[in-house]
């Protein structure tokens, strides 16, 4: 498989895989301000849902910095195995904790499924190819 095919492959799963959560993490991100000051006032939902977001961008820098090791060209340069697996541990539970609204119950339906599952899946599959790649240097 040519280089160009494989990176093109991974990125389109990456971008299919993690679109809902990046689509919850945008909107995160827009209406921080608001929950910030609701949170400042008392609102404990709000408290929640900052933290949900800044999980959300831990978990987007963890699979940037990844994507960044599998798809580079460097042989040389080293894997942040344990930074990375923090950072997409906090990422996941932050979307867990979306799914299941703050831990309070668990519906296994389609919408928990693509939210959850499906990232978890293709985060995994991009840790054992960065795993692949730093055992093969």
């Known amino acids: 498989m040519s280089p160009r095919l494989r990176a093109g492959l991974i990125l389109a799963e990456v971008a299919i895989c993690f679109g809902l959560p990046a689509y919850f993490l945008f909107w995160g ?30 978990g987007l820098v963890a699979a940037v910095a990844t994507l960044r090791y599998v798809l580079s060209g460097d042989k040389a340069r080293r894997f942040a195995f344990g930074r990375n697996l923090t950072l ?39 840790f054992v190819l960065a795993l692949r790649k730093s055992s093969r240097t």
Do not use: K
């Open 29 to 58: 991100i827009v209406t921080a301000p608001m929950f910030y000051f609701a949170w400042m006032r008392g609102g404990t939902y709000a408290a929640w849902t900052l933290a949900e977001t800044l999980g959300g961008c831990f």
């Open 88 to 126: 997409c541990a906090i990422g996941l539970i932050a979307l867990c904790s979306t799914a299941t609204a703050q831990f309070q119950f668990l519906d296994v339906n389609p919408f928990t499924v693509l939210l959850t599952v499906v990232p978890t899946m293709c985060a995994a599959h991009i």
